[in-house]
């Protein structure tokens, strides 16, 4: 509205009422070019750092969600297992490295002591 009081006052004398005013160009320093487009930078950066923090608590919901169905089920463990074992079969790696869990060399390495009677290692502390 200080655009109009302004012109209201400057035309009234004359009896002119301005209703309407077009701008049709407007030059603006480049120095306020830049810090305006810094501006629009920094929102577009701080916008996407949002949606990617979106898209990673998405992400970590699905994974909780399918880690809870898979562990109800050592089957579905299994099954998921011989599915990325698949996957990089295709891939056509060259050296496949199988995972065992620490529980069956456990068991193993104690039957192997049992059985062989070797004295198992001790550390002194």
Not at 75 to 89: E, G, K, S, V
Not at 98 to 119: A, E, G, M, R, Y
Request: proline share 4%; glycine share 2%.
């Amino acid at each position: 509205m200080l655009i109009q009081s302004s012109l209201d006052e400057t035309t009234e004398p004359w009896g002119v009422k301005v209703e309407r005013v077009e701008v049709k160009d407007v030059r603006l320093p480049v120095q306020l070019q830049r810090a305006m487009a810094t501006e629009a930078e920094a929102a577009r950066e701080a916008r996407a750092k949002v949606i990617a923090a979106e898209g990673e608590q998405k992400a970590s919901k699905a994974l909780k969600e399918a880690a809870d169905v898979i562990s109800e089920s050592s089957l579905a463990i299994q099954l998921r297992y011989l599915q990325t074992l698949t996957q990089i079969a295709s891939e056509k790696n060259s050296t496949i490295v199988f995972p065992i869990p620490l529980d069956i060399i456990s068991s193993v390495v104690k039957k192997s002591i049992t059985h062989k009677k070797i004295p198992a290692l001790t550390a002194n502390y």
